[in-house]
Structure formats: structure tokens, C-alpha cells
């Protein structure tokens, strides 16, 4: 009895894959094809793009290199004030010892088109147009339009504090220098990545 319906079962089963309506699967057409792998290229494309943004986009500097932050040598810090300057041509800044005792770092670039002003004497004088600016970078004259910029500059004293340029907002420079009052440098870093912008002068 087993064995008969076993043996129907097996044949009905037969029967309806046979009655069944094939499935086909079709190969896609030339179109189709073209189309995926125009979409396959555009999206490799656009990986690619994003990744080149957001490498770009990631800061590289390393200490010590221009646009990262500059250990100056607190040796070379004008011991008096109102005294030359004392520069770093590979962090493009000059280190000041302002005439109130402050720490000041200027940007060395003229804000005119980019020469390098020169210290001569009482000031700095540009060579290309003639902007001259005070010891703090304060503008004096000359078509730029405005004193020098600063670095953000963190000083830390033989005491134990530390202070830190966080802003320029001022034409007078020496409102932004880092007053000593009677203390000793022990560290002096300068930040080339971050230059603070003075206003224009009226
Ligand atoms: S670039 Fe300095 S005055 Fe023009």
C-alpha cells in the first residue's frame, strides 16, 4: 500500500514540473551592460574624489615645520625691551620684545601682496611698495591695510604659568602681547598654523 502511494506521489510530482511554465533567465542586453558599468565608474569616481577632498582637507604640518607649531629658542628672545627682533625665516615670524614688556610674534608677511618687510633700524620697511610698520607690526605707512598679523603664541614662565595670543583685535599690537610682568620664559612655542588677523586700519 506504501509502495502505490509513494509511486503516485512521484508521478504527480513529475507531472507538475512538467506542467510548470519554465522560468527564463535572460542575459542582460548590450545596453544594460554599458549601463552598469557606466554606473560602476561613476561611483569609483566619486569614492575616489571624496577621498582626495578629505585628504587634502587633513592638516600635515609637523612641529617645526611652517604651519605647525615652532619651539622658538628662548635664548634668541630680545633680553631688552623695545630691542630688534628676533626672527625665524623657516616659521616666517619675528619674535618681539615689545617697549612694555610684552611677547609678541608677527607674521613676517607684508598684508599689502606677500613681500617680506625687512627690520631697518626703528622699523620695518617693505621692500616691494614700501609699507613700514612699527616694532609691534602696528601699520605706520604704505599701501597695506593693515599692521602685521600675529601667530597664536603660548609662553610659559619659569613659574609655572602659561599664557597664550588668542587674539589680534586691535591696530595696537601691544595690547595683545603677552606681558612678562618681571617673569622668567622658560618656553616659547609659536603656532604658524594659527595666524590671528589685525583690523584694517581707517
Ligand atoms: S607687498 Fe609690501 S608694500 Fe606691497
Redesign the pocket.
Known amino acids: 500500500m506504501t509502495t502505490v502511494t509513494t509511486t503516485e506521489g512521484r508521478a504527480r510530482a513529475a507531472a507538475r514540473r512538467e506542467a510548470a511554465p519554465a522560468v527564463e533567465v535572460s542575459a542582460p542586453s548590450r545596453r544594460e551592460f554599458l549601463y552598469y558599468i557606466w554606473g560602476a565608474s561613476m561611483a569609483l569616481l566619486l569614492g575616489e574624489a571624496t577621498a582626495g577632498i578629505i585628504w587634502f582637507s587633513l592638516p600635515r604640518f609637523k612641529e617645526g615645520t611652517f604651519g605647525g607649531v615652532f619651539n622658538f629658542t628662548v635664548d634668541k628672545f630680545p633680553a631688552e625691551a623695545g630691542a630688534a627682533p628676533a626672527s625665524q625665516p623657516d616659521g616666517r615670524f619675528h619674535v618681539v620684545h615689545t617697549v612694555d614688556d610684552g611677547l609678541l610674534t608677527l607674521y613676517a608677511v607684508?598684508t599689502?601682496?606677500?613681500?617680506l618687510?625687512r627690520w631697518q633700524d626703528i622699523e620695518f620697511r617693505?621692500p616691494?611698495?614700501?609699507?613700514r610698520y612699527e616694532l609691534p607690526g602696528n601699520w605706520i605707512g604704505?599701501?597695506?591695510p593693515r599692521g602685521l598679523d600675529i601667530f597664536s603664541t603660548t609662553v610659559t614662565f619659569t613659574d609655572g604659568t602659561v599664557e597664550e595670543t588668542t587674539n589680534a583685535n586691535s591696530l595696537n599690537g601691544n595690547d595683545y602681547a603677552i606681558k612678562l610682568n618681571g617673569r622668567q620664559v622658560s618656553k616659547i612655542e609659536v603656532n604658524t598654523g594659527l595666524r590671528l588677523k589685525r583690523p584694517n586700519h581707517p
Open positions: 607684508c599689502h601682496l606677500g613681500c618687510p617693505c616691494c611698495h614700501g609699507s604704505g599701501p597695506a
